[in-house]
Nanobody, 125 residues
């Protein structure tokens, strides 16, 4: 088990910034993906950003250049720095972990077998 707990969501005006954090407890596997996903009402869950055990990052085209994913292995913490937020970024954001995967698979939803409860991000125009 890899319990994940997100924090840092909230409401912000367009152009503003938010920082999401995800605390992971339990053991740290040697091969893994950690990712941020989001789901807006009526839409499918989509990948936002991911990072693997090698530190390789991947971003959705819609957030490239605005969002930055990072991890602090000493603290077992995953973060997502979100800048220049847009109303279309409004969604529930989830932290997730995929044990035993890395590389290109990290940008896909199916490898992720541990999920947080989500944190709401609302961007007003």
């Amino acid at each position: 088990q890899v319990p994940l707990v997100e924090s840092g969501g909230g409401s912000v005006q367009a152009g503003g910034s938010l920082r999401l954090s995800c605390a992971a407890s339990g053991y740290t596997p040697s091969t893994y993906c950690m990712g941020w996903f989001r789901q807006a009402p009526g839409k499918e869950r989509e990948g936002v950003a991911s990072i693997d055990n090698y530190g390789t990052t991947s971003y959705a085209d819609s957030v490239q250049g605005r969002f930055t994913i990072s991890q602090d292995n000493a603290k077992n913490t995953l973060s997502l720095e979100m800048n220049s937020l847009k109303p279309e970024d409004t969604a529930m954001y989830y932290c997730a972990a995929a044990v035993g995967f890395s590389g290109s698979r990290c940008s896909q939803v199916w490898p992720y077998n541990y999920w947080g409860q989500g944190t709401q991000v609302t961007v007003s125009s």
